[in-house]
């Protein structure tokens, strides 16, 4: 592989060098920071040779080009310097951001850390909703009042919440952002709500709100907030910051919040909901088919956050429609999955994929297994999932179903939707629809030439696989051993699409519950990562495996990471490669699932996983056979 012309290549067609700010890597992956992604060739960097994927992810436009990461970044960086682009040169010739691009990220980069706390509150109101009507707890017991307050707290608060979020995506100080929010929901705020109109500030009316679980005044305070906070650092001393800039950023944004920023929110939010209420009215089975047929491809492009805070104030007003039409494309989803496990019989690793990804869809309503892996692997699935989507999508569309509590799409939060009993008729629609639509149209066409098979069993290590091939050779194996001791995990679960759609190639992921990696093979240590989270190797018979310790790891430097080997030893299986602190990493906040993936082979191979839920280091992890 010639890295040189690899690298030229990729900086031409991500739009040339003055279309980059800031280029870093880690262990698999090129990490553009560009003045303007539209002006990078995507279809050409895909189809390029040596390419894997891109995936747009963070701000970033990623590159994942494998294990020779390194030589192609040390060749592009070669008499460049792109840190100058980064500031001031960036600004002056003008970063293309549509304000669109800008506002979903900001929304994105807000919510994306509550979602969990949301959903987590939504599953518990579906659960007390079931509960009560099962008559198993009275909704005056002191249980439901705990357990309520524990579904409703993160919604009552969302301005709080919203204020730190929005603060840290907007680079202002996100605590004195949470506590704009918090004043808006201060009882000696709120008291003032029982003196009706009689509120003044300074002489100056004051309408008083209620602000629990509101999303757009607190989105336009916050972002005036990140200005005031700019221009506060920029005319006092520096000194005098630490108590006088917040200080003065209080006693103006709270008083402005609860004059100007909060009822205009609030007016905007209201218009926006009533305006999404009409169009909905106007047209049910109309905005459905859209919702639901398209869903799948707003989530692809991001486009689902400009939903978000409109959902929220729906909520808040007793019910949303837009989710509960969005969500036939989620068990569209599912049907698709699930279909695919039905028809791919002979394919062993897609129909583990498969029955994997739409479990974990109907049990956590988690589908981007699905998409990234399945609907755009496949293009004869694109249609169906749409049909399916927006049979479902029309029918909650047409008879209002709406969604009461904020929560992921799954087989458990169906209480929440009401009436509950058309919602369940629509999903199962969807599901059924995609599920038949696979098994009579199929999920690809048959490659051009493809020989006609003919089974013959091998005889490996545990497991024991059924081969395919044309005719009867002298079948070779390879034995790829467990470097990590853990729990195992489809890639499919692992969250990185680079991982997950089975880009970077076949393999497993592990959980490791002892912090230490150790040789899978006998060969050499073709690369390994400066921060040590990640390490390749290139067995005897030329099998490149890559070792990824955790997701997003690179991030921390080097931190918890003490490597034992370098690159160009030679080493035995079994040898030590790296030690981490597992509780360390967790602790910092990122995920320790270790991918093992084989990245290249010298001959075309099917890749066998073991099916040992529990794997030990040195047990066999993955068959080779060629």
């Known amino acids: 592989m010639d ?15 003055e279309n980059i700010n800031g280029l870093v890597h880690c262990a698999t992956r090129l990490r553009f920071d560009l003045k303007d992604s539209r002006k990078a060739e995507r279809e ?11 995936v747009e992810s963070g701000g970033q436009f990623q590159v994942v080009i494998g294990s020779h990461v390194a030589y192609v970044y040390a060749e592009i960086m070669k008499n460049r310097n792109f840190e100058s682009n980064s500031s001031t040169a960036s600004e002056s010739s003008g970063k293309k951001t549509s304000v669109i691009s800008t506002i979903f990220e900001v929304i994105s980069g807000s919510f994306s850390p509550l979602i969990p706390a949301m959903a987590g509150s939504g599953m518990i109101k579906a659960l007390l909703t079931v509960l009560t009507l099962l008559g198993w707890m009275s909704v005056t017991s002191d249980t439901y009042m705990i357990l309520s307050a524990a579904g409703n707290a993160v919604f009552y608060f969302l301005p709080i919440l919203l204020g730190i979020t929005l603060g840290i995506k907007l680079k202002a100080n996100p605590y004195v952002a949470g506590v704009i929010g918090a004043a808006l929901m201060e009882p000696n705020f709120t008291g003032l709500m029982d003196k009706g109109s009689d509120v003044s ?57 609860a004059m100007a920023f909060g009822p205009f929110g609030t007016g905007v939010g209201d218009w926006i909901s009533s305006g999404v209420t009409w169009l909905i009215g106007v047209s049910g089975i109309l905005s459905g088919i859209v919702l639901g047929g398209f869903m799948t491809f707003m989530v692809v492009f991001g486009l689902h956050w400009g939903f978000t805070p409109i959902t929220i104030q729906n909520i808040g007003v007793g019910g949303d429609p837009i989710e509960a039409m969005a969500a036939a494309a989620v068990f569209a989803q599912i049907g698709v999955a699930f279909g695919i496990f039905l028809k791919a019989r002979k394919d062993k690793t897609l129909r583990t994929l498969a029955g994997s990804t739409s479990i974990t869809g109907l049990l956590a309503g988690v589908t981007e297994p699905i998409v990234y892996g399945l609907v755009l692997r496949y293009k004869r699935v694109i249609p169906i999932v749409i049909i399916a989507g927006a ?17 992921f799409h799954n087989i458990f939060a169906i209480p929440v939707y009401t009436p509950t009993l058309i919602y369940v008729i629509a999903i199962a629609c969807s599901f059924i629809a995609a599920t038949m639509l696979i098994l009579i149209f199929g999920y690809e066409s048959k490659v051009k030439g493809e020989a006609p098979e003919t089974v ?21 194996k390879e034995t790829i051993y467990s470097p990590i001791t853990g729990r195992t995990t489809p890639l499919s679960q692992v969250n990185d699409s680079a991982f997950s759609t089975g880009a970077m190639g076949k393999g497993l992921a592990i959980e490791p519950s002892v912090g230490e990696v150790v040789a899978p093979i006998d060969g050499v240590v073709t690369s390994l990562f400066p921060t040590g989270h990640a390490i390749g190797l290139t067995s005897s018979a030329g099998t490149e495996i890559l070792i990824h310790i955790g997701i997003n790891t690179v991030s921390l430097k080097g931190k918890h990471f003490n490597p ?15 030690q981490f602190d597992r509780e360390q990493i967790i602790e910092a906040g990122y995920e320790i699932v270790t991918p093992v993936i084989v990245t290249l082979t010298q001959h075309k191979v099917d890749v066998f996983e073991t099916n040992q839920e529990q794997i030990q280091k040195n047990e066999v992890l993955l068959t080779l056979v060629v």
Do not use: C, W
């Open 3 to 17: 890295h040189k012309k690899m690298g030229e290549d990729i900086v031409r067609l991500v739009g040339g060098e």
């Open 44 to 54: 050409a960097l895909e189809k390029h040779e040596g390419i894997i994927t891109v």
């Open 201 to 257: 500030f300074l002489g100056i009316p004051v309408v008083m709100m209620n602000y629990s679980a509101s999303v757009f005044p607190i989105f336009i305070s916050i972002s005036i907030y990140a200005l005031v906070d700019k221009f506060l650092k920029k005319i006092i001393l520096k000194d005098l910051q630490l108590f006088l800039v917040p200080m003065l950023a209080l006693m103006i944004m709270v008083p402005l919040s």
């Open 391 to 407: 049979l479902g999508g029309a029918i909650n569309g047409h008879f209002g179903v709406k969604m009461t509590a904020y929560v």
């Open 456 to 476: 013959e069993s091998v005889k490996t290590a545990e497991p024991e696989p059924v081969v395919t091939a044309t005719k009867a050779v002298d079948i070779k």
């Open 564 to 578: 034992v080997v370098k690159e160009g030893d030679s080493v035995k299986q079994g040898d030590l490669l790296i």
